[in-house]
C-alpha cells in the first residue's frame, strides 16, 4: 500500500512542470553582461627566479564598472601557477582569476577571470549577488615578447584591452 502511494507520488511528481518566476521580472528582463576586460597584462618569465603575471582587470557593466589589479608570482617551471582549485584574489577581492588549464607555455594560456557584484535585479538583499565569470585565450598576437636583461618579458600593447566573453553568471 505504501509503494503504490509512493509511486503514485512520484508519477505526480514526474508529470509537473515547474518553472522559477524572477522575484523583480520587470527588473531581471533587462540584466545583460559585456565581456569582462584585462589591460596592461604584463609577463616576467625569469628562468633563474620566477614567472610573474600583473595586469588590470574591468567589468564594463554599469552596475559594477570597477578595475582591480590582479598578480601571481611564482618559481619559474613549477606548478604553483593559479589554476581552477586555486584562484588568485585581485587587489579589490571582487576578482579573482586562474589558468584554465596548465601553464606549460607562457606565450600560449588561457585565463578565467571570475568577478562579484550586487545586481538589484536578481533579488533583495541578501539574494542580489552577482558572479560573472568569463575567459580568454592569450597568444604572441596577443601580447608581443622580447628578451629584456635575460628575462622573457610579455606585455600587451596599450589601449587594447583583451575582452573575455562571459561563459556564466551566478545569482
Known sequence: ???????????????????????????AAHASNPPLQIHNLTIVD??????TFT??????????NVTADCIGTWEHGSSDFPDGDSALLCD????????EYALTDVKNFTIDLQHGFIDPAVGDP??????????GDFNESI???????GNLVGTQ?????VLL???????
Open 1 to 27: 500500500m505504501q509503494l503504490i502511494a509512493a509511486l503514485t507520488g512520484l508519477t505526480v511528481l514526474a508529470s509537473t512542470s515547474v518553472m522559477a518566476q524572477p522575484l523583480i521580472s520587470h527588473r
Open 46 to 51: 625569469d628562468e633563474t627566479a620566477n614567472t
Open 55 to 64: 595586469f588590470s582587470a574591468y567589468n564594463p557593466d554599469p552596475l559594477a
Open 92 to 99: 579589490n577581492s571582487t576578482f579573482a582569476w586562474h589558468f
Open 126 to 135: 541578501p539574494y542580489d549577488h552577482v558572479t560573472v565569470f568569463a575567459r
Open 143 to 149: 601580447i608581443k615578447f622580447q628578451t629584456l636583461r
Open 157 to 161: 600593447p596599450p589601449n587594447a584591452p
Open 165 to 171: 566573453p562571459i561563459y556564466a553568471t551566478t545569482a
